[in-house]
């Protein structure tokens, strides 16, 4: 039931739903695993400043799941997350 919810939520452009429906994606858990969807929600939180979603999408742009691999582009994720913060993301 709460993948529904995040999902309805999500469509109507809310950070919060848009990561948490994303790591449902990425995990297939109430839903359907789907890496695609996932860089989808994390692109769209992520563009909207939410930290977690740069960081993850940053994970998966590094390792190319879901996405093309591309370190630029991962890095200017990894960083943006870091400047709010992210502990993760200054490894």
Known sequence: EA???YGLAAEQGNA???FNRAVLCSS???VQQDDH???RLYR???EQ???QAQFNLAVRITHGK???QDNREAARYYRLAADQGC?????
């Open 3 to 5: 993948a529904r919810f």
């Open 16 to 18: 919060d739903a848009q």
């Open 28 to 30: 297939g858990r109430g």
């Open 37 to 39: 969807e996932a860089v």
């Open 44 to 46: 769209l939180a992520a």
């Open 49 to 51: 400043g939410n930290a």
């Open 66 to 68: 879901g996405i093309p």
């Open 87 to 91: 502990a993760l993301s200054k490894l």
